[in-house]
C-alpha cells in the first residue's frame, strides 16, 4: 500500500523558512521521480518542484530560487526547504510520486 505523507507545514511570517518533508512507503522509492506541487483556495494544484529518480530537478517559475527540493533514498524521504516565505507562498502543499499517488497535504500559511 503506497503512503505518502507529509509534515512540517506551519505559520510563518513573510520572509520566514519552513522545511517540509513527505515519508513515502509501499513502492519503491529510489525508482521514481517525486513532486511537490501546492493549492491555494480557489486556484488550480500547481508543480512547486520535481526531482527525478537520479536527482536531477525543475521548479515552478515562482520559485525564483527560493526553494529547494531534495531526496533521501535511504530514509525514502523527500525534502522541500523554502525560505523567503511569501504570504501568495500560503497553500497545502502536497507531494505525489511518479506513479500518481497523492499525499494528503500540509498547509503552509504565511502572514504579512
Known amino acids: 500500500q503506497v503512503q505518502l505523507v507529509e509534515s512540517g507545514g506551519g505559520s510563518v511570517q513573510a520572509g520566514g523558512s519552513l522545511t517540509l518533508s513527505c515519508a513515502a512507503s509501499?513502492?519503491?522509492?529510489?525508482?521514481?521521480?517525486m513532486s511537490w506541487f501546492r493549492q491555494s483556495p480557489g486556484k488550480q494544484r500547481e508543480l512547486v518542484a520535481r526531482i527525478s529518480s537520479s536527482g536531477t530537478s525543475n521548479y515552478g517559475d515562482f520559485v525564483k530560487g527560493r526553494f529547494t527540493v531534495s531526496r533521501d533514498n535511504a530514509e525514502k524521504t523527500l525534502h522541500l526547504q523554502m525560505i523567503s516565505l511569501q504570504p501568495e507562498d500560503t497553500a497545502v502543499y502536497y507531494c505525489?510520486?511518479?506513479?500518481?499517488?497523492w499525499g494528503q497535504g500540509t498547509q503552509v500559511t504565511v502572514s504579512s
Open positions: 505525489k510520486n511518479q506513479a500518481g499517488h
Open positions: 509501499g513502492f519503491s522509492f529510489s525508482n521514481q521521480a
